[in-house]
């Protein structure tokens, strides 16, 4: 296999590994919400994050010092981690690891719709019939769930992931417009450090939240070594992988990736939650993947919108 073969790759397989360690988030957070508030896991997430990242911090003041990168830059921070975090987080306090993987499954489709207002590319009709698919799967999915102690209100949980879809596909589109003037460290700097500052004063707000409860035992050491876990592996790795890849790659093919989440979540699940979904869930969840795979199989045109 020659050099520019594995170069071509590479970013593609630098996305596997990152959507793998994003499934990975949702058990840990799942493990670390049993003993310590929403907001404690991603301070100490963000902590352990931006500890990591100090030594970027003087390359990435002098990024912050072009007005316009700053703008953008702050923008991409604000979605993800600040506000995406804040939404993922207290979903998987009511929801199930694999229920929120499937309502994650929607950033593709809503970063191509994203594009048809900011990017000017036209959505061919199956496109639309894809996500219109995909949505009624995730409200089918939502409103079959019953509430239970380790998923008191699934639907809200719902509702909540889909806020942090909504967040995810801002932060891919500001990521790409930087890919080429922001280093993808940099990036991963800006929303560590920014995630850590947005975050540990919420910390210590005194605000109660009942523990998650799980169907498996929970070692005592688990709870704090998720949380690092998801500090060191996901937010510096997973993210640095997929920054990298968006530097590479178009905003649509590596949005795309995130259709494995909902598999993998499922898998990781079942494996270690002891978490199950309903022979209707199912459907709901065939429904939501039909939907991925007919709007990530339409084509994409570009239109003049000045017309």
Avoid at 61 to 78: C, D, E
Avoid at 150 to 163: A, D
Avoid at 264 to 273: F, K, Q, S
Wanted: glycine share 6%; net charge positive.
């Amino acid at each position: 296999m020659t050099r520019a073969v594995l170069e071509k790759l590479f970013p593609h397989f630098v996305l596997i590994i990152a959507m793998i360690l994003w499934s990975s988030s949702f058990i840990a957070l799942k493990f670390a919400l049993s003993v310590y508030t929403p907001f404690e896991v991603v301070a100490g997430r963000m902590f352990v994050a931006a500890l990591v990242c100090i030594p970027l911090a003087k390359e990435l003041w002098k990024v912050l010092q072009n007005k316009q990168i700053r703008k953008i830059l702050l923008l991409g921070v604000l979605f993800e981690p600040c506000l995406y975090f804040l939404c993922e987080t207290f979903a998987l306090h009511y929801t199930s690891a694999a229920q929120a993987g499937m309502v994650l499954a929607l950033t593709p489709l809503c970063v191509g719709v994203a594009a048809w207002f900011f990017l000017s590319e036209r959505l061919a009709m199956q496109a639309w019939v894809g996500f219109a698919f995909a949505v009624i799967g995730v409200l089918w999915l939502s409103f079959s769930s019953s509430a239970s102690e380790t998923m008191p209100n699934p639907l809200l949980g719902n509702i909540l992931e889909f806020g942090a879809v909504l967040c995810a596909m801002g932060y891919t589109l500001s990521v790409r417009y930087l890919a080429q003037l922001v280093k993808p460290l940099v990036f991963t700097a800006a929303m560590a450090l920014g995630g850590a500052i947005f975050y540990i004063p919420l910390a210590f707000l005194p605000i109660s939240v009942e523990p998650v409860l799980l169907d498996v035992t929970v070692p005592a050491w688990l709870p704090l070594t998720s949380i690092v876990y998801l500090g060191l592996a996901v937010s510096l790795f997973g993210y640095g992988f997929y920054n990298y890849a968006l530097s590479r790659l178009s905003a649509g093919e590596t949005a795309a990736y995130i259709n494995l989440i909902p598999i993998i979540t499922l898998i990781m699940g079942v494996c270690w939650l002891g978490e199950y979904l309903s022979p209707v869930q199912y459907m709901a969840s065939a429904l939501i993947i039909m939907g991925i795979v007919l709007s990530q199989t339409a084509k994409v045109k570009k239109v003049n919108r000045e017309k």
